[in-house]
């Protein structure tokens, strides 16, 4: 418990360094040089920015990727506007992509064969964004080589028991 005394008529106080996404329960009392008043209680559960949680990736052809994800249990007391899509790897700079506030996938396209790229989802909200690590969701995809496409088939008897292929690659 922590006790603190006013000056006289003080009507409000902020109470600083709190963590977020706690609940804190207050308790005052008036005092004059003969008594103190009765007890006035109340609680406030401070504000946070949303965890999240659950992201797995698909990887759906040798230059696409696919997340997706679950909404975050606990938004930190508002509404989650936005996700924020961050992709790192392949030959270029990290890139930043938004996605809706209800969205829980998300595509990502025109990706180097055979290249690994890590991804960070965090949800933001009136407050800010989740940190990239920590309660931001992460996951690591890499594409893979598109098969080579083979032109012709021919096939040729070449004795009773026997059959030729040949193909153009």
């Known amino acids: 418990p922590l006790l603190r005394n006013l000056p006289a008529n003080t009507l409000s106080l902020v109470d600083a ?22 007890e006035a209680t109340a609680s406030a559960t401070t504000l946070a920015v949303p965890a999240m949680t ?9 230059s696409q990727v696919t997340l997706n994800w ?22 270029g700079p990290a890139v930043t992509y938004a996605a809706l506030a209800n969205a829980t996938s998300f595509v990502d ?13 965090r949800p933001m909200n009136g407050l800010g964004a989740a940190p990239l690590y920590g309660t ?23 004795a009773p028991t026997n059959a030729t292929l040949s193909w153009t690659g």
């Open 54 to 62: 659950a992201l797995t990736s698909t990887i759906d052809s040798p």
């Open 136 to 158: 931001a969701a992460s996951v690591t995809a890499t594409t893979y080589y598109a098969p080579v496409t083979l032109g012709t088939l021919t096939a040729v008897s070449t």
């Open 17 to 38: 360094g709190l963590t977020a996404g706690t609940t804190v329960e207050y308790r005052i009392k008036a005092v004059n040089a003969e008594d103190y008043s009765a």
């Open 70 to 91: 679950s909404a975050p249990v606990l938004s930190g007391g508002q509404v989650v506007s936005s996700y924020q899509i961050v992709r790192t790897g392949g030959n």
């Open 109 to 121: 396209t025109g990706l180097a064969q055979h290249t690994a790229y890590s991804y960070s989802v």
